[in-house]
């Protein structure tokens, strides 16, 4: 029962981490100093506890009764935490405000609330093992041994608790759900505890004065030698020693190793949360293996010190077979995706791939490693009646050489040696201590055959060249391939790397491709360029400045090529503030000069090595404009840049009429999660308008109230220089040309997205959402937003003035305006090159496509002789509505009858779609003026297609404009 209570222990203390690391990382940014400070904090907090419970756990008398009552205040101040959390953020912010150019100062106070939230909490958790050790000393001939199983099984533990918080408790319920819930759990377990410990009432006899001073005299009897140890055996007391120097040089290289594999694998798998928390599990299984193997009774650990040798060598080279073959990995994860199909299962089989992957590569070392702390643990139980003292000074030691590792290898050795590197001198590491431990204990052959691996490790230190990065930059997470596959380390003949470097948070690239265009990769996924996303970066930057020509204060976060925020200095600005949390982004940045004129030089420009978050939430600073300009949403802590509440930050930031121009990929996301970043975005900003950047790009613009948006303010862009030449860059040559980029004005945009869920900071949607439909959804656009466009299908709810004059484009100005960059419709696209090149007429599907560049070119309605009466009396209506003026009110009526006469319509079986009737009808009635009918029309279509997309998207329209009351409109269940 006890060692199950302590699985449960493990999985809330899993749980906990992970929820109060996302927390934490809302609260002080995702600045990798800002995580690299919680983490030391919670590991800290666990020594802090081992150290202090230790003194006493040999010595109390209800060792379960404590443990109960440790197990219910840990439970207890976690439903409290969310009073704690946002009392943190007021002192967050009242004291930050004062010190925000203060990076040490800020890191500092980070530090001080950090202590503040998680110091209690995990001073008890690290109680929890040495309090069951001094139980089983008093209970059990094995306690040694049955700590080892305790300290697994809690791992175990810990292993399911990443997995239901990460895949399960998080993504379906949400962060106060899992608090919640995992609260209850400790609740729980700390009263059947005492339950259990109530149930055998009395002192323990090993507990009373008389035991407890036997437990002091063997002490004295093992110091003074009277133990009958073999003559060669060390002293108990130098054992202990010298336990605590390997477990601590273990902690380290285990918890380097963490940090390493992970970065290292999410370059294969990509940096989303899936793939995290999958490799924290495998760490951990890992662990939890080694150390089973250790608590098993079959394990007679005859020869400690060979065993321990063994375990650090086998590690070692372990990780020096991985690094000579990481190229092959890489490959082998290449095949393995391109065999999958892009479907929720080959999803699901790629996530097994990933965690059995994660396993050889990462949890083999980590079985090896995370089996030392148990063997001395064994080890040092048979030296001392006083067990739970060592077992919580060894956690103490090991915790705190975690910490070590976490600052070694994220601060010292990737930004100075590389990734690739790293690992090998932690493999050295490893190497050291068992050399040193087989020289101390005079084991000369253990010594030499560790020399030799240490040898080996160096031979694999010297090669390798470059293959390790270009292998590490491809993005093979995501590069949608078919068979056969390329070499990877055929993009070394192809590319050019100038700039690659390994920092604490991210690998950054910079890469010449064939083209001799210029690639920004950021953990292996390409963020900018200098041309091909050309477009979309001068766009963000220039949109919201043409639409707020006056503005003075920008603020632009996320800074990837410099080109968004360097385009923005053409115009008379007072101050460009950016926010970018990755340094290796600030350098790689300046290779991009020649196309951001050198944002970064500029003294107009203030620079933040800090979260926007942060930097927005301190700054008392007010901004006529705010460019956001994340990465994409599946990213690890970039849906919180999607969030209602970082919106609702954003808005308050901004000066009245001031604007946020947010960009949005459209390729690599469902239908679900893109209306999930456009309704959130659109309850913050009513009103908002969706621009079309090129590629599979979006870009939104926002603010609280509604801005002019004509021809006349599009042209106060050409009365500039440098506005004129980056607009003209990208083929907008003229007002007209920028009005024929926008895909939905703010007459139309707010009402794309359907009803639903919004993206908030403690139920992180689209976080898991975007993950998965990265996958599935490769190499496919968003579907429903080409419905909603305003220059084909919604053409007839656009502006009148956007419609004349887009219609009155020629050729030459499409061919420049989509010819380069294509556009995010590929329906729009298809017809312009077929209109550019004469070819319309020889495509029947172009030729029905409503479009506002058709031009002198009928529409063709399609029209099968064989059809039904009533879809041949349709389609002349569509005829009569697309290609004749006159006849129009005619044609509506004509709709509206057939309409209002259907009696037992089925969408399913009916073979033509009364939804898309009734909002052509609909439309063309409101441009005609007849709000009442168009009403009439709307109405009686959700009723006969209570399901069709398009009329609840009329139907947001229509109630925006007064037309209808919302209990007017069926919603859809």
């Known amino acids: 029962m006890i060692l199950f209570l302590f699985f449960c222990s493990g999985a809330t203390a899993l749980v906990y981490e992970v929820l109060w690391s996302k927390y934490l990382s809302l609260l002080f940014g995702s600045t990798i100093q800002a995580q690299t400070v919680v983490l030391a904090v919670f590991m800290g907090g666990l020594a802090l506890g081992n150290k202090v419970?230790?003194?006493?756990?040999?010595?109390?008398?209800?060792?379960?009764?404590?443990?109960?009552?440790?197990?219910?205040?840990?439970?207890?101040?976690?439903?409290?935490?969310?009073?704690?959390?946002?009392?943190?953020?007021?002192?967050?912010?009242?004291?930050g405000k004062k010190i925000l150019a203060h990076g040490a100062w800020l890191l500092c106070l980070k530090g001080a609330l950090s202590v503040g939230l998680l110091g209690a909490p995990t001073i008890l958790m690290g109680g929890t093992l040495p309090i069951l050790a001094g139980w089983l000393?008093?209970?059990d001939t094995q306690a040694g041994r049955r700590a080892t199983r305790f300290y697994s099984t809690n791992s175990l533990g810990a292993v399911s608790g990443a997995g239901l918080a990460a895949f399960f408790l998080?993504?379906?319920?949400?962060?106060?759900?899992?608090?919640?819930?995992?609260?209850?759990?400790?609740?729980?377990?700390?009263?059947?505890?005492?339950?259990?410990?109530?149930?055998?009432?009395?002192?323990?006899?090993?507990?009373?004065?008389?035991?407890?001073?036997?437990?002091?005299?063997s002490e004295k009897a093992l110091r003074a030698g009277r133990d009958r140890r073999p003559a060669n055996e060390p002293p108990p007391d130098a054992i202990m020693r010298w336990a605590c120097v390997v477990v601590a040089l273990v902690g380290a290289v285990s918890m380097g190793l963490e940090i390493l594999a992970s970065r290292c694998l999410a370059l294969i798998f990509g940096s989303s949360l899936q793939a995290f928390a999958i490799v924290l599990m495998a760490f951990i299984l890992g662990i939890a293996a080694g150390s089973a193997m250790i608590a098993s009774p079959q394990f007679r650990g005859s020869s400690w010190k060979g065993t321990t040798v063994f375990l650090l060598v086998g590690a070692a080279v372990f990780l020096g077979v991985v690094v000579l073959?990481?190229?092959?990995?890489?490959?082998?994860?290449?095949?393995?995706?391109?065999?999958?199909?892009?479907?929720?299962?080959?999803?699901?089989?790629?996530?097994?791939?990933?965690?059995?992957?994660?396993?050889?590569?990462?949890?083999?070392?980590?079985?090896?490693?995370?089996?030392?702390?148990?063997?001395?643990?064994?080890?040092?139980?048979?030296?001392?009646?006083?067990?739970?003292e060592r077992v919580g000074r060894l956690l103490a030691w090991n915790t705190l050489g975690a910490v070590a590792g976490v600052l070694l290898a994220g601060?010292?050795?990737?930004?100075?040696?590389?990734?690739?590197?790293?690992?090998?001198?932690?493999?050295?590491?490893?190497?050291?201590?068992?050399?040193?431990?087989?020289?101390?204990?005079?084991?000369?052959?253990?010594?030499?055959?560790?020399?030799l691996a240490g040898i080996f490790l160096l031979f694999v230190a010297a090669t390798g060249g470059n293959a390790w990065q270009y292998a590490l930059t491809a993005g093979v997470f995501r590069v949608h391939e078919t068979p056969p596959l390329v070499p990877i380390l055929e993009r070394a003949k192809e590319t050019h790397l100038l700039f690659y470097q390994d920092a604490a948070d991210a690998t950054v690239s910079v890469e010449r491709d064939p083209d001799s265009d210029l690639v920004l990769r950021i953990n292996g996924k390409a963020d900018?360029?200098?041309?091909?996303?050309?477009?979309?970066?001068?766009?963000?930057?220039?949109?919201?400045?043409?639409?707020?020509?006056?503005a003075k204060d920008v603020f632009c976060f996320g800074l990837g090529s410099g080109i968004s925020a360097g385009t923005t200095l053409g115009w008379p600005i007072g101050k460009l503030t950016i926010a970018e949390n990755c340094r290796p982004v600030l350098r790689a940045a300046r290779l991009f000069a020649a196309w951001n004129d050198g944002v970064l030089t500029n003294n107009r420009v203030h620079v933040y090595n800090e979260d926007a978050r942060t930097v927005l939430k301190l700054s008392p600073q007010k901004y006529d404009v705010i460019i956001a300009e994340p990465s994409n949403p599946w990213m690890v802590n970039v849906g919180s840049v999607f969030s209602l509440e970082f919106y609702r930050l954003a808005a308050s930031r901004l000066k009245s009429g001031g604007v946020m121009a947010q960009w949005l990929q459209t390729y690599e996301l469902d239908d679900s999660a893109f209306d999930l970043v456009l309704r959130t975005f659109a309850a913050v900003f009513p009103s908002m308008e969706i621009w079309d950047a090129g590629g599979g790009d979006i870009i939104l613009l926002g603010s609280e109230k509604p801005w002019p948006s004509t021809l006349s303010v599009y042209g106060r862009a050409f009365d500039s220089a440098r506005p004129r030449r980056d607009l003209e860059s990208i083929g907008l040559a003229s007002p007209a040309a920028i009005l024929a980029r926008q895909l939905a004005s703010q007459q139309t945009a707010f009402a794309i997205p359907d009803s639903g869920p919004l993206e908030r900071d403690d139920f992180p949607r689209l976080e898991y959402a975007a993950a998965r439909a990265m996958f599935i959804e490769a190499g496919r656009q968003v579907g429903r937003l080409q419905r909603f466009d305003e220059r084909t299908w919604q053409m007839h709810v656009a502006p009148a003035d956007k419609d004349r004059a887009l219609a009155r484009l020629d050729d030459t100005d499409l061919g420049r305006i989509f010819g380069e960059?294509?556009?995010?419709?590929?329906?729009?696209?298809?017809?312009?090159?077929?209109?550019?090149?004469?070819?319309?007429?020889?495509?029947?599907?172009?030729?029905s496509l409503p479009c506002v560049f058709r031009g002198t070119n009928q529409t063709a309605v399609f029209n099968p002789p064989d059809a039904p009466q009533v879809f041949q009396r349709l389609a002349a209506a569509d005829a009569?509505?697309?290609?004749?003026?006159?006849?129009?009110?005619?044609?509506?009526?004509?709709?509206?009858?057939?309409?209002?006469?259907?009696?037992?319509?089925?969408?399913?079986?009916?073979?033509?779609?009364?939804?898309?009737?009734?909002?052509?009808?609909?439309?063309?009635?409101?441009?005609?003026?007849?709000?009442?009918?168009?009403?009439?029309?709307?109405?009686?279509?959700?009723?006969?297609?209570?399901?069709?997309?398009?009329?609840?998207?009329?139907?947001?329209?229509?109630?925006?404009?007064?037309?209808?009351?919302?209990?007017?409109?069926?919603?859809?269940?």
């Open 325 to 388: 073959n990481f190229v092959n990995l890489v490959e082998i994860y290449r095949h393995v995706r391109v065999g999958l199909s892009a479907t929720l299962m080959g999803w699901r089989i790629l996530l097994v791939f990933t965690s059995l992957m994660s396993l050889c590569v990462l949890g083999l070392p980590a079985a090896a490693l995370g089996a030392v702390l148990p063997l001395w643990i064994r080890i040092v139980s048979e030296s001392s009646n006083l067990l739970g």
């Open 411 to 451: 601060f010292g050795l990737m930004p100075w040696i590389g990734l690739r590197a790293s690992f090998t001198a932690l493999a050295l590491v490893a190497i050291a201590a068992a050399i040193v431990t087989a020289l101390a204990t005079r084991q000369r052959i253990a010594a030499a055959f560790g020399a």
């Open 821 to 847: 960059f294509s556009s995010v419709d590929p329906g729009l696209q298809q017809f312009v090159r077929a209109r550019v090149q004469g070819s319309l007429s020889s495509d029947p599907q172009l030729q």
């Open 170 to 217: 998080v993504p379906n319920f949400g962060m106060p759900f899992a608090m919640t819930a995992a609260a209850l759990a400790n609740v729980a377990v700390g009263l059947v505890a005492m339950a259990v410990a109530c149930k055998g009432a009395g002192p323990l006899p090993a507990a009373s004065p008389k035991s407890r001073a036997a437990g002091r005299e």
């Open 880 to 973: 009569k509505l697309e290609n004749s003026g006159a006849d129009q009110p005619q044609a509506v009526g004509e709709i509206k009858n057939i309409l209002d006469s259907m009696q037992d319509y089925n969408a399913s079986t009916a073979g033509w779609s009364a939804g898309y009737y009734a909002a052509l009808a609909a439309e063309a009635s409101l441009r005609l003026g007849n709000d009442t009918q168009a009403r009439q029309i709307l109405v009686r279509g959700l009723q006969l297609d209570p399901d069709s997309g398009e009329l609840h998207y009329l139907s947001r329209i229509f109630i925006r404009r007064g037309i209808i009351r919302p209990p007017q409109a069926p919603q859809v269940q």
């Open 137 to 139: 000393q008093k209970h």
């Open 53 to 95: 419970f230790s003194r006493r756990a040999d010595n109390v008398c209800r060792s379960l009764a404590i443990y109960g009552g440790i197990e219910i205040a840990v439970g207890l101040y976690a439903i409290c935490f969310p009073f704690l959390y946002n009392l943190a953020g007021a002192i967050f912010v009242f004291a």
């Open 528 to 550: 900018a360029s200098s041309h091909g996303d050309l477009s979309t970066q001068i766009l963000l930057g220039q949109l919201p400045l043409i639409m707020n020509p006056r």
